[in-house]
């Protein structure tokens, strides 16, 4: 089955900065990539995502960017908030799997302090 | 509107209740999931329902029992938990036409502690 490796699992940055979450998949059958992110108490939340007839895609201060020959995805958060502290969740769907199955990776705790 | 709803928000059982989660979507989906997930990790699949069937369990023990009465609903039945089934128990939903990459919406979770 699909493999995703997400890193760093802890990344802290001031208002204002940028913030940047990679991951990796090692089935080069995965064709879609979303990103959730999980407030504390609550469920994870869709924030975007991607294809993988798309090398890139924003909404807003958020993108995410995939490079398929790499086999690496990456979500990038510009002018972070503190608001945007949450843990973050890449994942990557097996086009092999026919029930939507997702592969997680292991999350990443983001803090911005202001 | 892409909202799952999940009941209760917590559920404190002792090891010999019977009790269950409940959740629903009103997006028209045919595909729903129930998850776990511990504290710091991410969510673990237990069961899809493709259809109102039953398509995937994840070698989940007989003391969660999964029912969907209709396309709508999705329900799991606890029985004799352990206290390592503590954890937040999350429903998600797709559209589930099985051919496309599909979005899968989460609900809030139910907070089960078992005592």
């Known amino acids: 089955g699909e493999n995703v490796e997400q890193h760093p699992s802890t990344l802290s940055v001031q208002e204002g900065d940028s913030a940047v979450i990679k991951c990796t998949y090692s089935?080069?059958?995965?064709?879609?990539f979303p990103w959730y992110k999980q407030e504390l108490g609550k469920g994870p939340q869709l924030i975007i995502d991607?294809?993988?007839?798309?090398g890139e895609k924003k909404d807003q201060r958020i993108a995410v960017t995939l490079n398929k020959t790499a086999k690496h995805f990456s979500l990038h958060i510009t002018e972070t908030q503190p608001e945007d502290s949450a843990v973050y969740f890449c994942?990557?769907?097996?086009?092999?799997?026919?029930?939507?199955?997702?592969?997680f990776g292991r999350g990443t705790q983001l803090t911005v302090w202001p | 509107d892409t909202e799952v709803t999940q009941t209760p928000k917590h559920l404190v059982m002792g090891m010999t209740n019977k009790k269950s989660l409940k959740c629903e979507q009103h997006?028209?989906?045919?595909?729903m999931y129930w998850y776990k997930q511990k504290a710091k990790k991410p969510p673990e699949l237990m069961f899809v329902?493709?259809?109102?069937?039953?398509?995937i369990n994840e070698s989940v023990p007989s003391r969660f029992s999964p029912e969907c009465p209709n396309s709508s609903l999705l329900n799991l039945h606890l029985h004799a938990l352990q206290p390592e089934d503590s954890a937040l128990y999350l429903c998600?939903?797709?559209?589930?036409?099985?051919?496309?990459?599909?979005?899968?919406?989460f609900g809030p979770g139910t907070r089960l502690l078992v005592l």
């Open positions: 998600a939903s797709s559209q589930s036409d099985g051919f496309s990459a599909e979005t899968q919406y």
């Open positions: 089935d080069s059958a995965s064709n879609y």
């Open positions: 991607i294809r993988s007839n798309v």
């Open positions: 994942a990557a769907r097996d086009r092999g799997s026919t029930l939507g199955r997702l592969y």
């Open positions: 997006m028209g989906h045919r595909a």
């Open positions: 329902y493709s259809y109102e069937k039953l398509s």
